[in-house]
């Protein structure tokens, strides 16, 4: 009964995946588009089905991280890892700041700082793209990235904003299950767009995620098998 279950979701999944909504919106018709992340490892963890969505609609894409990771010492180690990620996923346009006024901590960044880095790495951009005002995890840096981004968005009217849409806990560690109250709130909210990663592109993003060798402790295991962020990811416009 439990495989029963299982297999009748999985099935539902690649139907979402093949004839639901796709290819949202926002995502069509981008010139380019700017992915600004916190720290090496965001790319996988949180935006993966996103990044390969943009790589399969063959739309110019560059990735801005705004710290080395530094927090344990192993920044220069951290920076090689998100090079190979990148590259593994087939992204060669990316960027890393390490400033020090914005150091990997729990702590808030300043969101003028960040909406400086913003407009200098957006060039030619159509959209950015990056967490919501909780982050996902709730960590500081993640949420002072929106909060840059909303001040970036208030002075380039011209450009843009979408947020990666954090979800409850529960929801967070169901992995496939998750597509059912995803396609629910779907109904009830036009507002969002989802993308959804086919399973190829799910061991892909596994594949970047363990190239992030010293941040592969024993529960990083467990997310890349529980956690839905690396198979469907929501967006909402920043207004
Ligand atoms: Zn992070």
Not at 44 to 68: D, W, Y
Request: charged share 15%.
């Amino acid at each position: 009964m439990i495989w029963l279950t299982f297999i009748s979701l999985l099935v539902l999944y690649v139907l979402y995946h093949k004839y639901g909504w796709r290819h949202p919106l926002f995502l069509q018709s981008q010139k380019k588009i700017l992915l600004v992340i916190a720290h090496p490892d965001d790319e996988v963890m949180f935006f993966g089905p996103t990044l390969c969505a943009i790589k399969r609609l063959k739309i110019p894409l560059k990735v801005l991280c705004l710290s080395n990771g530094n927090a344990d010492a192993m920044g220069k180690i951290r920076e090689i890892e998100l090079k190979a990620s990148l590259e593994n996923l087939g992204i060669s346009d990316f960027s890393l700041v390490n400033d020090t006024s914005i150091q990997d901590g729990f702590v808030s960044w300043d969101p003028a700082l960040i909406s400086s880095y913003i407009h200098k790495y957006s060039l030619g951009v159509s959209s950015i793209l990056t967490f919501d005002d909780y982050g996902i995890s709730g960590h500081p840096n993640h949420i002072s990235l929106n909060h840059g981004l909303v001040l970036f968005l208030k002075q380039n009217t011209k450009i843009k904003g979408y947020s990666l849409k954090s979800i409850s806990l529960i929801r967070k560690f169901t992995f496939v299950i998750d597509i059912i109250p995803t396609i629910l709130l779907n109904m009830l909210n036009s507002d969002v767009s989802t993308i959804t990663a086919s399973f190829t592109e799910y061991f892909r993003v596994r594949n970047s995620m363990l190239l992030h060798q010293s941040q592969m402790l024993w529960f990083r295991h467990f997310y890349i098998m529980l956690s839905r962020y690396m198979l469907i990811n929501d967006w909402e416009e920043v207004q």
